[in-house]
C-alpha cells in the first residue's frame, strides 16, 4: 500500500545547528514534493516545492532534496532559530491524479536557545 | 487581497446536531479542499473543488458529511447529525488550481467539538 512517513518522534536541536527532517514514501512516483510549516492552532504555511528532476531546491536558511531513487525528501534549515520550532509536514502529490496532495503526519522541531 | 477565512473557529456541539462550517478562499482561486485534523493526526482529505468540475467527494468518512460550493467562491462543509469521533479541526485551503504543483493556502480552521 502507499505509505509517507516523517520522523514519528520529535527533533530537538541547539539553535544555530543544522536540522535535518527526513520524509519517505512507498509505492508512490509524485511528480512534486512540498513542504509546510504548520504552528499550534494555525493551518499549514507553505514553504517549498521541489519536482522530480530536480534534485536540491533552497530558499534563505532552507535547503530540500529530492530522491526519487530513495524514494525520499530531507528538509533542511540551516542555522535553526527557536522561531523554526514549530511542526513540519511533507505533502506528494498523487500518482495518476495530481490533484490532490497526500500528507505525512509531520515532524515536530523544537530549537532551544 | 485577504486569506482564506474560516468561521466559525470553534464550535461545541451535542452528538445528535447538525453543523455548518463555512469557508471563504482567496479570490480568483478555483480549486478549494477541506481537511480534518485529529489531535496529533495528520491531514485527512476530504473533498475538493475545482471550477465546475464535479467535486472529488471521496475522502467523505460517511454520508452525514457533505459540501457544497456556491458560485465558484465560498464553501460550506455540513456534518450531519454529529458524532463524537467527529471532533477534530477542520481545515479549508485554497489555490489556483487543483494540481499537486499548487501552492495550498490554508485557513486557520474551525475545530470542532462534539459533546
Known amino acids: 500500500s502507499q505509505k509517507i512517513e516523517q520522523n514519528s518522534e520529535a527533533l530537538n536541536i541547539q539553535e544555530g545547528k543544522t536540522a535535518t527532517l527526513t520524509c519517505n514514501y512507498t509505492?508512490?512516483?509524485?511528480?512534486?514534493l512540498q513542504w509546510y510549516r504548520q504552528d499550534p492552532g494555525r493551518g499549514p504555511v507553505f514553504l517549498l516545492l521541489?519536482?522530480?528532476n530536480e534534485k536540491e531546491k533552497r530558499k534563505e536558511r532552507l535547503k530540500v532534496t529530492f530522491d526519487t531513487t530513495l524514494k525520499q525528501s530531507l528538509f533542511h534549515i540551516t542555522a535553526s532559530q527557536p522561531a523554526d520550532s514549530a511542526t513540519y509536514l511533507c505533502?506528494?502529490?498523487?500518482?495518476?491524479?495530481?490533484?490532490?496532495?497526500?500528507w505525512g503526519l509531520g515532524t515536530s522541531l523544537a530549537v532551544n536557545p | 487581497g485577504a486569506g482564506v477565512s474560516q468561521s466559525p473557529s470553534n464550535k461545541v456541539t451535542e452528538k445528535g446536531k447538525d453543523v455548518e462550517l463555512r469557508c471563504d478562499p482567496i479570490s480568483g482561486h478555483t480549486a478549494l479542499y477541506w481537511y480534518r485534523q485529529s489531535l496529533g493526526q495528520g491531514l485527512e482529505f476530504l473533498i475538493y473543488?475545482?471550477?465546475?468540475?464535479?467535486?472529488?467527494k471521496s475522502g467523505l468518512p460517511s454520508d452525514r458529511f457533505s459540501a457544497e460550493r456556491t458560485g465558484g467562491s465560498v464553501s460550506t462543509l455540513t456534518i450531519q447529525r454529529t458524532q463524537q469521533e467527529d471532533s477534530a479541526v477542520y481545515l479549508c485551503a485554497s489555490s489556483l488550481a487543483a494540481s499537486g504543483q499548487e501552492t495550498q493556502y490554508f485557513g486557520p480552521g474551525t475545530r470542532l467539538l462534539v459533546l
Open positions: 505533502a506528494l502529490d498523487l500518482a495518476g491524479n495530481n490533484r490532490k496532495l497526500i
Open positions: 509505492n508512490y512516483s509524485p511528480a512534486y
Open positions: 521541489i519536482r522530480e
Open positions: 473543488f475545482q471550477g465546475n468540475s464535479a467535486p472529488d
